[in-house]
């Protein structure tokens, strides 16, 4: 079984629209994440959610705002979809050990 | 602010060449440096991980060297196979928030190994 699986793998939009990517962790984890990787792989975290409460929210347009129904899914939600949006999202997972990090496949996200 | 930097930024080795991946950081509060593997369709994946009280560690072909005082650490594959052509993260952890951490990231390197 998956361990962080996200959906849809793939999102074509296009600008002005707005979109959601869903991601489920089965790792009984109480930390999610979401990094957003652009087009030359460089990995950026942008939200952390501790056991439904959000911790870390870096600098990020007030476009994308992340929600937590339980510790176990946590769910993007991009407005007004800009080019500059298009990239790959991870989600990923961990213990308080820092050592588990469990990333998902992505979203590949292309707005045209 | 680039916190974690790696270099270089892709390798091409021949099999059983030993390829090293670079990186140095500024911040003396991280504490913790995994790296992470990513092959193309996939997320990162962790590979080994050091703890700044530890100047090496191995596991299997893989090999980080930690410089504490250089503020340094790289990663070496023994005997690499074309199988490990993929995208090698270093990362860097501390404390964010209570309990929690968070995980910087360098660029990344792209090694290619040819048969």
């Known amino acids: 079984d998956t361990a962080v699986s996200q959906t849809p793998k793939y999102l074509v939009t296009q600008m002005g629209n707005d979109k959601s990517i869903k991601c489920e962790q089965n790792l009984g984890h109480d930390t999610m994440y979401w990094y957003k990787q652009d087009s030359k792989k460089f990995l950026k975290i942008m939200f952390s959610y501790n056991n439904k409460e959000l911790i870390i929210n870096e600098t990020v347009p007030n476009r994308f705002s992340p929600k937590s129904p339980d510790k176990a899914h946590l769910n993007l939600h991009i407005n007004s979809l800009e080019l500059g949006d298009s990239a790959v999202y991870f989600c990923a997972s961990s213990q308080l050990l820092r050592d588990s990090y469990t990333f998902g496949s992505g979203t590949r996200l292309t707005v045209v | 602010q680039q916190q974690v930097k790696q270099s270089p930024q892709s390798l091409i080795v021949q099999k059983g060449g030993i390829p090293i991946i670079n990186c140095a950081y500024e911040n003396t509060a991280f504490d913790y440096f995994p790296w992470y593997q990513q092959f193309p369709g996939k997320g990162p994946a962790l590979l080994i991980a050091i703890r700044p009280d530890v100047s090496e560690k191995k596991e299997g072909r893989f090999t980080i060297s930690f410089n504490k005082s250089a503020k340094q650490f790289s990663l070496h594959i023994m005997d690499s196979q074309p199988g490990d052509s993929a995208t090698y993260f270093c990362?860097?952890?501390?404390?964010?928030?209570?309990?929690?951490?968070?995980?910087?990231f360098g660029k990344g390197t792209l090694l290619t190994v040819n048969p």
């Open positions: 990362a860097a952890s501390m404390k964010s928030g209570g309990s929690n951490y968070k995980l910087t």
